[in-house]
């Protein structure tokens, strides 16, 4: 089981993982708590939590802090959320600011993830960027144009967008294919509900236009952004 608190009010963050500490040693008064930072953690040590839970070894409590964004053992920890996500073990993922595509690799993993940023704005909710995908979800262009511009404004880069809203499609297009394995249920049930506002050609059009779009973005072509905006405001 995978769970990530990131955010730069650390206060915060530190005190929403001990919370869940306490009470998931007081459901399991056997496990043993171990953690491990960027200076102690090891590629040996999470492959041995990954498994160690068994039939007679207790269940472990494992954080780990500011690792994700760590260069060496960050791309580890990333490739095995997957695992971590379905072992025995509990895993706490302790981070301060992290890039989008991070927290969205989490966010298809995790049981929860909590973001707690350390200024915000007053009577204005924290934005995310994953209320893009439930605005390309539900077809509603206006807002995710409206969306877009604000992710903009968050310094959030039209390539981030670009992957957010790519992976919502992929999503779309495995779960009408029925290929729903391992997907977390809330993905897989927001899936169902957008695949109304689709057909299945509709959705390999867009597929192949974002596709387009980044390979010729990348070539200078079009400027991302601008082709973005556009292919946006076609949906």
Same mark, same amino acid.
């Given at each position: 089981? /995978?769970?990530?608190?990131?955010?730069?009010?650390?206060?915060?963050?530190? &005190?929403?993982?001990?919370? /869940?500490?306490?009470? !998931?040693? @007081?459901?399991?008064?056997?496990?043993?708590? #171990? *953690?491990?930072?960027?200076?102690?953690? *090891?590629? &040996?040590?999470?492959?041995?939590?990954?498994?160690?839970?068994?039939? #007679?070894?207790?269940?472990?409590?494992?954080?780990?802090?500011? %690792?994700?964004?760590?260069?060496?053992? =960050?791309?580890?920890?990333?490739?095995?959320?997957?695992?971590?996500?379905?072992? &025995?073990?509990?895993?706490? +993922? %302790?981070?301060?600011?992290?890039?989008?595509?991070?927290?969205?690799?989490?966010?298809?993993?995790?049981?929860?993830?909590?973001?707690?940023? *350390?200024?915000?704005?007053?009577? @204005?909710?924290? #934005?995310? %960027?994953?209320?893009?995908?439930?605005?390309?979800?539900?077809?509603?262009?206006?807002?995710?144009?409206?969306?877009?511009?604000?992710?903009?404004?968050?310094?959030?880069?039209?390539?981030?967008?670009?992957?957010?809203?790519?992976?919502?499609?992929?999503?779309? +297009?495995?779960?009408?294919?029925?290929?729903?394995?391992?997907?977390?249920?809330?993905?897989?049930?927001?899936?169902?509900?957008?695949?109304?506002?689709?057909?299945?050609? &509709?959705?390999?059009? +867009? *597929?192949?236009?974002?596709?387009?779009?980044?390979?010729?973005?990348?070539? =200078?072509?079009?400027?991302?952004?601008?082709? !973005?905006?556009?292919? !946006?405001?076609?949906?």
């Amino acid at each position: 089981m /995978l769970y990530l608190f990131y955010g730069t009010n650390t206060d915060k963050v530190r &005190e929403m993982s001990r919370d /869940l500490i306490k009470k !998931l040693e @007081e459901k399991r008064p056997d496990a043993a708590t #171990f *953690s491990f930072s960027d200076e102690t953690f *090891s590629s &040996e040590a999470l492959s041995y939590y990954k498994g160690a839970a068994g039939l #007679f070894a207790p269940r472990q409590i494992v954080t780990l802090s500011h %690792i994700l964004t760590h260069e060496d053992h =960050g791309p580890i920890l990333l490739e095995a959320l997957a695992d971590l996500a379905e072992s &025995e073990n509990i895993f706490i +993922l %302790i981070e301060g600011n992290l890039p989008v595509k991070i927290v969205a690799s989490c966010e298809r993993h995790a049981e929860k993830v909590a973001h707690f940023p *350390s200024k915000e704005a007053k009577g @204005e909710k924290p #934005f995310s %960027i994953f209320t893009l995908t439930d605005a390309l979800g539900k077809r509603d262009k206006k807002n995710l144009w409206i969306l877009y511009q604000r992710a903009l404004r968050e310094d959030i880069t039209p390539e981030e967008v670009h992957a957010i809203l790519f992976w919502q499609v992929k999503t779309l +297009l495995m779960v009408s294919g029925g290929a729903t394995k391992n997907m977390k249920p809330r993905v897989l049930s927001n899936a169902r509900a957008f695949l109304k506002n689709f057909s299945r050609e &509709e959705l390999e059009n +867009l *597929s192949l236009s974002l596709v387009v779009l980044y390979h010729d973005a990348r070539r =200078g072509v079009v400027e991302f952004g601008i082709g !973005l905006e556009k292919l !946006l405001l076609s949906i």
